[in-house]
């Protein structure tokens, strides 16, 4: 019975016991029940056994490096998570599939490379996510899709270089039309060059965009930037700080280099157009530069199709058949939560519409809508007038609303996609971009959609990027007969339709290969050109599409005969000369917008630039050409390369190298055996060679050559006479030193001094054992030997006399020599 009674005491204690002490993780405290804070913890993981019911939890500051997919399983209650200052590198598909009450996730300062398409999967209420201070380098377009709930997104502080239009859309119009709920994006600090125009007219609820910190390119691209800034007042932040010129830091250009540190909203009309090789006597107009680029617009497929049967109360008819191109612009859109399940969006549209016409056609036309060029006639929609095959209906103008100029005219309406029939819309003529044979209309029309939120959450969009970073090679340099590769890298959703438009204007579909294997590309972007011509230079321009979204991108190609200038003597500089064995330097400094990249072609035909040098030869960050170390064999022609996806620029440089003054050419030896004709007999002498006779010519020889023989200069000559060594060898090389032996200080002294007496003597000495050995053969009357003696001293004799004054003593020596001889014989 006591026993039954301790049990019940136990049981109505651990009651009593607050819930922070039955469910907090042990190596945290939870000062509230719905709270777990776990920093300065040094956790690994997410601790395990977090109650369900927790509402809150701090993991800030530890070295946690792993997120699994069960970290955070069945913490639906879950409304704000801290984890910055971790170490986490990635995140699984499906982590936070039960937070569907989360509000704020902080990830900063981790070191995430990747967002996918899965990775924020469930976060149906998140409203602030801070993703700063990783590492990101990519965000799939979809990532954001579903998350509607969301206002603020911070990515200051990363390494994105690239961004889908649609990257931070959370839902979409007719699926069609990307719309993103943000109200505040930080972009600072990243590696972003451009910003699509598209991205920013799908965020019409922005309040705040910090973009400082990028190195933006201020080219046409960026042209539309002004203009958007002036109609989204307060909208572009800048970074408030004393330290700054202005108390400010606010997006900079940082190319070209003539509108560097220019501020982006204050850009007027930047402008794209070819590179200029900067050099004197060089006259070039700004017309020859301007960019002949075909724009994306160009490569876009109609959005649609439309028919037109008009007339009016005066009679006046006429059909038309259109195309229907993208929407300049969405001119108006809004969306309220109709509950929490449902979101109504009201978006205006305003598209382009191009239709063939005839001369007559385009005469009753002109008559029946010319009154509504400088105002829209608005049309309301009657009755249906087909459903097969094809949706039309009929609208009649709005009386109420064109009281004013009311002319009654009708239109019979079939178009698709069908959204497009609306039940109202406004048809206006575009009177400056009509011809005879092709009108433009203006249609205008406002739609109404009602979207669930699951649906929302499903909805998959096809996307397509070409990979456009800061080391994509979009320009490049090659030599005839060299071969070319151009490497399209794509990232898509799946099902890619790749192709290429070649400089002739013909179209490569992928994979290719024609006949001959000269060229050929493969499904994954890469083009090969196995050996180009001239022929082949020009613009590649790189399309991918994947459904209705596409992309571009132009590669540029100049093909040169060599390092030389072309006929006629354009295009080369003054020449540069120098001595060798210094460095050259060959500037080459180009104009043009973007900045152009520099290729140097060699002489020999190879190519530097920035992705490629050797040893020896390289290129600065300017664009100089660096050679180290100079050569004879560096002379020739150096040909400067500039070029941007809009157009390119050559310059030649004629290099010539000589030798420093002072230094005499080096003489060239044939490396095989030569026949003895015309050269001087050289007796080669060594010391194991026995002399016979008596020590007279030892004796005589030993007291008139000399032991060195001292040079006009400070550069040492041939010597002449008989030497020792190889006849072709030079004579002033300097002898091999003698190997040391192991022994005592005195022993090795004794041995060097002995070792340069005889290198001196075989090198400047003529050995008297030799001579005592011709001398012996003399005198016993050998008359060939008498006669090879006396022709060799007579050679040598006329050798001496052909050589400069500064050799007389050896000429007396030798003169002595003969006369000694002739004694001898006699």
């Not at 997410?46 to 970290?71: C, W």
């Not at 993208?326 to 929490?340: A, K």
């Not at 010597?719 to 005195?746: C, D, K, L, Q």
Request: hydrophobic residues 35%.
């Amino acid at each position: 019975m006591g026993r039954f009674h301790a049990q019940v005491l136990f049981m109505l204690v651990m009651v009593a016991l607050p819930v922070v002490v039955r469910c907090c993780p042990r190596p945290c405290a939870c000062h509230q029940p719905a709270e777990v804070h776990c920093t300065f913890r040094s956790l690994l993981a997410v601790p395990a056994g977090v109650p369900k019911q927790v509402e809150r939890m701090n993991l800030g500051f530890n070295t946690i490096h792993r997120i699994t997919y069960s970290s955070f399983a069945g913490l639906r209650k879950l409304e704000l998570l801290l984890m910055h200052g971790n170490d986490v590198h990635q995140i699984p598909d499906g982590t936070f599939r039960d937070l569907i009450s989360l509000q704020m996730l902080k990830l900063s300062y981790n070191k995430l490379k990747v967002i996918s398409r899965q990775t924020l999967t469930g976060l149906w209420s998140l409203t602030r996510l801070h993703l700063d201070h990783n590492r990101l380098e990519f965000i799939h377009p979809d990532a954001f899709q579903g998350l509607t709930s969301l206002r603020l997104l911070q990515l200051e502080g990363n390494q994105l270089q690239q961004l889908h239009p649609a990257t931070f859309s959370t839902f979409s119009i007719l699926g069609h039309f990307p719309v993103s709920t943000l109200k505040h994006l930080h972009l600072s600090d990243n590696l972003l060059t451009t910003l699509s125009q598209r991205m920013l007219a799908g965020m019409p609820y922005l309040e705040n965009l910090s973009l400082h910190g990028n190195p933006w390119t201020c080219d046409c691209g960026m042209r539309w930037f002004k203009e958007w800034n002036k109609n989204s007042p307060g909208v572009l932040k800048c970074k408030k700080d004393k330290a700054y010129p202005d108390g400010q830091l606010c997006p900079m250009c940082f190319s070209p280099k003539q509108l560097k540190k220019k501020q982006l909203q204050e850009l007027e009309k930047p402008t794209c157009n070819s590179p200029i090789i900067s050099t004197a006597h060089r006259a070039i107009s700004p017309e020859d530069t301007e960019s002949d680029l075909l724009t994306i617009d160009e490569f876009r497929q109609p959005l649609g199709n439309i028919s037109l049967g008009l007339s009016d109360e005066h009679g006046h008819q006429v059909d038309l058949e259109c195309l229907v191109t993208e929407p300049r612009e969405l001119t108006s859109i809004v969306w309220d939560y109709v509950n929490q399940y449902q979101i109504s969006a009201n978006v205006t549209l305003t598209l382009d519409l191009k239709c063939a016409i005839d001369r007559s056609s385009y005469e009753r036309l002109w008559r029946l809508i010319a009154y509504y060029s400088d105002v829209p006639a608005h049309l309301r929609r009657e009755i249906m007038l087909s459903k097969d095959p094809y949706t039309s209906f009929r609208y009649r103008q709005d009386v109420e609303r064109d009281a004013l100029y009311y002319t009654g005219v009708k239109a019979n309406i079939a178009a698709d996609p069908p959204w497009i029939m609306q039940s109202s819309m406004a048809l206006q003529l575009n009177r400056l971009q009509s011809t005879s044979k092709s009108v433009r209309l203006i249609l205008s029309t406002h739609m109404t959609e009602v979207m669930e939120n699951e649906s929302i959450r499903q909805q998959s969009r096809g996307w397509v990027i070409i990979e456009s970073k800061n080391d994509t090679r979009t320009i490049q340099a090659a030599v005839v007969g060299s071969p070319a590769e151009i490497n399209c890298s794509i990232h898509s959703s799946g099902n890619e339709s790749v192709k290429w438009m070649l400089p002739d204007g013909s179209t490569l579909k992928t994979p290719n290969s024609n006949g001959d294997n000269r060229l050929s590309a493969s499904s994954a972007g890469l083009l090969k050109i196995k050996s180009v011509d001239h022929s082949d230079s020009g613009v590649y321009y790189c399309i991918a599409q994947v459904s209705e979204d596409l992309t571009i991108l132009p590669f540029r190609l100049t093909v040169e005969e060599s390092s030389s200038p072309p006929p006629g003597g354009e295009g080369v500089t003054e020449p540069v000369t120098g001595f060798s064995g210094g460095p050259f330097f060959l500037p080459c400094v180009a104009t043009g917008s973007p900045d152009a990249d520099i290729h140097w072609i060699l002489p020999d035909g190879s190519i530097i630039n920035k992705w490629v040098n050797i040893s020896r030869i390289s290129m600065a960050s300017n664009g100089t050409l660096i050679i180290r170390h100079s050569q004879l064999s560096d002379n020739g022609y150096y040909k400067c390369v500039a070029g941007n996806q809009h157009g390119m620029d050559t310059l030649a440089t004629k290099v010539v190298i000589s030798r420093p003054p002072g230094l005499l050419p080096l003489r060239k030896y044939p490396s095989s055996p030569q026949p003895a004709e015309g050269v001087s007999t050289k007796v080669l002498v060594t010391d194991n060679m026995e002399s016979s006779g008596d020590n007279e010519p030892e004796e005589f020889l030993e007291k008139v050559l000399p032991r060195q023989v001292d040079l006009p200069s400070r550069r040492r000559v041939p010597s002449v006479g008989i030497r020792r060594g190889h006849p072709f060898r030079n004579s002033w090389r300097r002898p091999a030193t003698p190997r040391r032996r192991v022994g005592s200080p005195v022993v090795d002294r004794v041995n060097t001094v002995e070792s340069r007496r005889k290198t001196s003597m075989s090198n400047n000495q003529i050995d008297p054992k030799r001579w005592a050995s011709i001398l012996a053969k003399v005198r016993n009357g050998g008359t060939s030997s008498k006669t090879t003696t006396s022709n060799y001293v007579q050679t040598s004799t006329n050798k001496i006399q052909e050589s400069k004054p500064a050799y007389t003593k050896q000429l007396e020596i030798a003169n002595k020599m003969k006369d000694h001889l002739q004694k001898v014989q006699q």
